[in-house]
């Protein structure tokens, strides 16, 4: 599993920095314009200097509207501004053909301008508060507009997490869903270490924290600690071995 982590600053990106041996993807965000919130394409200019080169930088494009010229613009500016991975929140989306233009338009968009970027089609596991697209027909919009990923996140930051809305085993469905169209799988959605073993078995290839890695869990107030993100790396490691080890022992 590779993780990504959400830093919302300059500053905050200097501590990942830090534990880049830690992660593997750095996410620029907003967390105060929602759960994938778009940051200034300054902050992501100036995220990707301060990061690694060999860690790849993703920027969100918000939690848009079906407006897809709207979206393609945003994305446009986002991967222009220096990230690799564009992630796109099918927020005012009801139906898949929505989703599926809106997602079109981002990866006509992206990779006119850069071909090896990576688009990431971003749903809610907590769709059924918010109204837009089912999470489980996230994979096939993905697939159906060219994008390279399928993400799963929650919309509603109320304290409520990812498997309280899509429970394990639909997690694993949605898992299953992307692998067999040839995408990437992230699940977030205040993902806490001791989700990591459910995570590790349902064979997510991302996982995406920012709370987790913050000060007393608090992705608003709390600011990214390198100790923290390494020991959540170091935990979500255990649990890929372990799992790994059993899949062995099975067979």
């Known amino acids: 599993m590779l993780l990504l982590v959400s830093p919302d600053s300059v500053e905050e990106a200097l501590d990942c920095a830090k534990a880049a041996e830690h992660l593997d993807i750095v996410d620029v965000k907003k967390p105060d314009e929602g759960s994938l919130g778009a940051n200034y394409p300054w902050v992501i200019r100036a995220i990707r200097e301060a990061v690694p080169a060999d860690r790849p930088v993703s920027a969100t494009v918000g939690d848009v509207p079906y407006k897809p010229g709207t979206v393609a613009q945003a994305a446009l500016g986002a991967v222009v501004s220096g990230a690799s991975y564009i992630k796109v929140g099918l927020y005012g989306c009801t139906t ?18 850069r071909p090896d970027a990576f688009v990431v089609a971003s749903g809610y596991a907590d769709a059924h508060r918010i109204g837009c697209v089912n999470p489980l027909a996230l994979p096939d919009i993905a697939r159906r507009s060219g994008s390279d990923g399928a993400m799963l996140d929650t919309a509603v930051k109320d304290g409520s997490r990812l498997f309280d809305h899509t429970p394990p085993e639909v997690c694993a469905r949605f898992v299953e869903l992307a692998h067999e169209a040839g995408l990437l799988a992230a699940l977030a959605g205040s993902v806490k270490a001791a989700d990591l073993g459910e995570l590790a078995r349902v064979g997510t290839d991302i996982v995406g924290v920012r709370g987790a890695v913050c000060e007393g869990g608090d992705r608003n107030a709390g600011r990214i600690r390198p100790s923290l993100v390494a020991a959540f790396r170091a935990e979500m490691d255990r649990h890929v071995q372990a799992h790994a080890a059993a899949v062995a022992a099975a067979n």
């Open 96 to 113: 898949p053909e929505q989703a599926v233009e809106v997602m079109r338009g981002v990866v006509r968009a992206v990779k006119d301008h």
